[in-house]
């Protein structure tokens, strides 16, 4: 039988640091909302990213929680996860930076198409790593990919001929995603340097230079490295997925195609980018209509009513 974490984390603030049943209540009750959301995408609470429980407050965000509320809600989940490094289940705290939401805040970064062309100028592909750095980075965005979905992918889970892509994600579910011609272009070129290596046994798809499986820091410092050198902030392997949603959604795709795409077991998580692209096109119309900030004293003389 697994351990009741919450239930745990819960006892302990009551016992060893004397909270009042009213704060003990909040915490349990907003704990138990997560607890929810976990279960029914089938995730491990344990095994939540710090993006994960971002994704996690955009949904909660919906319901239009007061600051305050955002603020405890955020709170709790520091002190969940604290809790779980220091009982020894967990290394690291993925809430321990997390920020509080402000209204209609915590819509993730993306990257505008000029700037994935940007970034994808950057690596050196007369080199054997910048030309794995490339097929990788064209790769994530051609197909919405996890870090860690990135690292486990092996020769076998690519069909370049049908330009189809077989992974495992979260919930150990296997879902099939298209791959584009660019994409598919870069890991041929990849793919006839990386078979030539003939020192290498193991059969991922992406190596170090020493042969060995990439790691999900390697990904990480990959997608930083060449970002940086784009001139691009705050970008991260997460963000290349989202950009693919995004993208996806403002060109008008089916959202269950895109839910599909990014393995989303809830509809609702994938609507978030429908939401992103709305916040896009009201930045656009903002910026660019020459009407769309002025009011209707600015333009013309309000007409007296008529006594």
């Known amino acids: 039988m697994s351990r009741d974490l919450i239930r745990e984390y819960i006892s302990y603030l009551r016992v060893e640091k ?9 915490y349990e009750n907003d704990l138990s909302k997560l607890k929810a959301w976990t279960e029914k995408n089938e995730f491990s609470i344990q095994a939540l990213t710090r993006q994960d429980l971002r994704e996690w407050l955009i949904d909660l965000n919906r319901a239009k929680l007061s600051d305050s509320s955002r603020r405890r809600v955020v709170s709790a989940l520091r002190g969940f ?3 779980l490094v220091i009982d020894g289940h967990l290394k690291i ?20 198409q000029p700037e994935i062309e940007q970034l994808f100028a950057v690596p050196d592909v007369s080199t054997e790593s910048g030309l794995r750095d490339r097929a990788m980075l064209e790769l994530m965005y051609a197909c919405g990919l996890r870090a860690s979905e990135v690292v ?15 992974t495992i ?8 995603i298209p791959v584009g011609n660019s994409a598919v272009e870069w890991l041929k070129s ?22 060995t499986a990439i790691t999900r820091e ?22 290349l997925r989202h950009s693919f949603a995004t993208h ?18 809830d509809i609702s998580t994938t609507q978030i980018y429908t939401h992103m692209t709305d916040a896009h096109l009201r930045e656009s119309y903002n910026r660019f209509h020459p009407r769309a900030k002025a009011t209707a004293a600015e333009n013309t003389k309000i007409p007296k009513q008529s006594e």
């Open 248 to 265: 996806l959604v403002q060109n008008r795709a089916d959202i269950r195609s895109v839910q599909q795409m990014l393995g989303h077991a």
């Open 81 to 83: 996860y604290k809790f």
């Open 218 to 239: 390697v990904v990480y410092k990959v997608v930083k490295a060449h970002s940086a050198a784009a001139g691009l902030e705050d970008v991260s392997p997460h963000t």
């Open 190 to 211: 990849y793919l006839s340097v990386r078979r030539r290596k003939e020192n290498i046994e193991i059969s991922n798809l992406f190596v170090t230079s020493g042969g």
């Open 169 to 176: 994600g979260k919930g150990s579910k296997t879902r099939r």
């Open 18 to 26: 004397g909270l009042a049943k009213n704060s003990l209540d909040a």
């Open 93 to 112: 705290n993925p809430a321990e930076d997390l920020d509080v939401p402000l209204k209609g805040s915590y819509l993730p970064r993306f990257l505008t």
């Open 152 to 166: 486990g992918l092996k020769f076998g889970d690519i069909d370049l001929e049908a330009g189809i892509l077989t």
